[in-house]
T-cell receptor, first 113, second 114 residues
């Protein structure tokens, strides 16, 4: 069925290290993917997105990688900072459903100073 | 620019009462989404609108839930009667036209039904 799942529900890293958050998606028809960051008490905040015709996209300290062969998405955060501590969600858009997104369960990232 | 605005931010009510949550999308956005977030079920899409028209309400849990969008700048999610299991954080999100435009979320309404 339609589902987006995360491999690691929690991730703890040392400040300054790189973080990698993984996500598996199930729908081959998905053509757009987004990573959101949600801090405690706030709504999900857009971080970075990628279309299915790309396999890598870089932002400021963040990189998203897409492997369509194995239906896997990852978010890499360089030089992780305490302010990066949050829950991270991946979401997939199945293209022909008016922008409807299916969200994964989320990974909690904890950054140790 | 103002983002998505939701009110109230917190709502505590007793079982059986009617609850109305409100959302003002980002100006110029023509799609609006209502989500519910709980620890057990994560972030679930309840209903979404395109150009004020409900497109998919398959996520609405039951007839106690209803949503309206009378104009492009306002939407409501109503629960009547409310039950303790409705306790959750309810988010509204909006996006511009185009199937891959990003959804932007509001701060959410934390609902507690006693």
């Amino acid at each position: 069925g339609e589902s987006v799942g995360l491999h690691l529900p929690t991730l703890s890293v040392q400040e300054g290290d790189n973080s990698i958050i993984n996500c598996a998606y199930s729908n081959s028809a998905s053509d757009y993917f987004i990573w959101y960051k949600q801090e405690s008490g706030k709504g999900p905040q857009f971080i970075i997105d990628i279309r299915s015709n790309m396999d890598k996209r870089q932002g400021q300290r963040v990189t998203v990688l897409l492997n369509k062969t194995v239906k896997h998405l990852s978010l890499q955060i360089a030089a992780t900072q305490p302010g990066d501590s949050a829950v991270y969600f991946c979401a997939e858009n199945m293209g022909n459903q008016g922008g409807k997104l299916i969200f994964g369960q989320g990974t909690e990232l904890s950054v140790k100073p | 620019d103002a983002g998505v605005i939701q009110s109230p931010r917190h709502e505590v009510t007793e079982m059986g009462q009617e609850v109305t949550l409100r959302c003002k999308p980002i100006s110029g956005h023509n799609s609006l989404f209502w989500y519910r977030q709980t620890m057990m079920r994560g972030l679930e899409l309840l209903i979404y609108f395109n150009n004020n028209v409900p497109i998919d309400d398959s996520g609405m849990p039951e007839d106690r839930f209803s949503a309206k969008m009378p104009n492009a700048s306002f939407s409501t999610l109503k629960i009547q009667p409310s039950e303790p299991r409705d306790s959750a954080v309810y988010f509204c999100a909006s996006k511009a036209s185009g199937s891959t435009d990003t959804q932007y979320f509001g701060p959410g309404t934390r609902l507690t039904v006693l």
